[in-house]
């Protein structure tokens, strides 16, 4: 047993998924979750103002005392995975564990890749996946659209403005008959059913929140690292009440203390 708690960070509410997956799995666990709002979004940085940021924000959490860190972005995972996998705290980034789920898929017809710019052009989840299922077709997408509307509360698929993002950011997997879609970008996952209610049901899509998340407590169960009492703690380089008042909406609970403001510096 090791009381200490899970940190968890990502750029904005994006994150948020993976720390409502790993609360649904390991609901004792105490959570930090670094919010970095003020540098959203990641998508749109170049990869050593991403290795800049991963050290940051992994610092942020080693000194809050964290027994492990889950770099809750397919962003900084896919450009950073090097600094994560030596950091001195256990750590871990998203892809590995989404891109095994999505090649464990009985499919084999073509599938969708969606994240950031960042993710896109780094050809990671492109270049795992294409290694795991050889001859599959993979569309690759990037969506940097997707991020500011989230941030900005466009996140009921009823919103016109985000139908019309997704509409036009997706037409290539509607015409490439994809099969499944990875959601490579955590922030993805809450957009979710705007994203289903364009490609149809059938469409199976795989979350890098929740894979990761799964990764994360089956590490900590392993480990004997589990144990804790259930709470959660926030930090954030924006707003405490604007990230207070979409935390309690998207986890369905106000039981936190106010997050705390953490300045951080331009990359
Ligand atoms: N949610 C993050 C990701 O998984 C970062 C998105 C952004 O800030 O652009 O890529």
């Known amino acids: 047993m090791d009381k200490r ?12 998924t993976a720390v409502k997956a790993l609360r649904a799995l390991l609901p004792d666990e105490d959570i930090i979750y670094f919010a970095d709002s003020a540098r959203v979004p990641y998508g749109a940085k170049t990869p050593a103002q991403l290795r800049r940021i991963a050290k940051q924000d992994m610092d942020l959490l080693s000194s809050c005392g964290v027994k492990a860190i889950l770099a809750a972005c397919g962003t900084v995972s896919s450009n950073t995975a090097d600094i994560i996998e030596s950091y001195p705290v256990p750590a871990m980034g998203v892809i590995k564990s989404v891109v095994k789920a999505m090649g464990n898929l009985p499919l084999s ?6 994240a950031t710019e960042a993710s896109i052009k780094s050809g990671v989840y492109q270049r795992q996946l294409g290694a795991l299922c050889p001859g599959r077709e993979i569309i690759a997408v990037p969506c940097p659209a997707f991020v500011p509307l989230i941030e900005s509360g466009h996140v009921s698929p009823d919103d016109e403005e985000l ?3 997704v509409r036009d950011a997706l037409k290539p997997m509607k015409e490439g008959k994809i099969q499944a879609l990875l959601l490579g970008c955590t922030h993805f996952g809450i957009i979710s059913e705007a994203i289903s209610a364009y490609l149809g049901e059938d469409v199976i899509l795989v979350s890098a929140a929740d894979c990761a998340a799964k990764e994360m407590a089956s590490y900590l169960e392993k480990n004997s690292l589990t144990g804790g009492g259930g709470s959660l703690r926030f930090l954030t380089s924006g707003s405490a009440e604007d990230f207070s008042a979409s935390a309690a909406k998207f986890l369905g609970t ?3 203390p106010c997050p705390e403001h953490v ?3 331009e990359v």
């Open 5 to 16: 708690p899970v940190g968890i960070f990502d750029s904005g509410f994006g994150g948020l």
């Open 109 to 114: 017809g073509a599938v969708g890749v969606i």
């Open 163 to 165: 139908k019309a993002a």
């Open 254 to 256: 106000s039981e936190f």
């Open 263 to 265: 300045p951080v510096m």
